[in-house]
């Protein structure tokens, strides 16, 4: 992992996702996120295209139920 000596990628506090359909799994995140089924702490969309689809994103996990 490079990036900064704070980055919480690097304690592992934070991942990159990447799927096969990275706009419908970005979706289903957030709905997750608004029906509260997960908290997170950061989730970014990462080089979005002209169709709005994230080549990957970045999210911090809290909890999940």
């Known amino acids: ?5 704070t980055s919480q990628h690097r ?8 799927g096969e359909d990275n706009k419908e799994l970005f ?3 957030v709905e ?3 029906d509260k089924t997960i908290t997170v702490g ?3 969309a990462e080089k ?3 169709n709005g ?6 999210w911090q996990p809290r ?3």
């Open 1 to 5: 992992v490079g990036g900064s000596s």
């Open 11 to 18: 304690n592992g506090g934070a991942g990159d996702i990447e």
């Open 27 to 29: 979706s289903l995140i």
């Open 32 to 34: 997750m996120i608004e």
């Open 42 to 44: 950061q989730l970014i």
């Open 48 to 50: 979005t295209d002209e």
């Open 53 to 58: 689809v994230p080549a990957w994103f970045v």
């Open 63 to 65: 909890s999940c139920r």
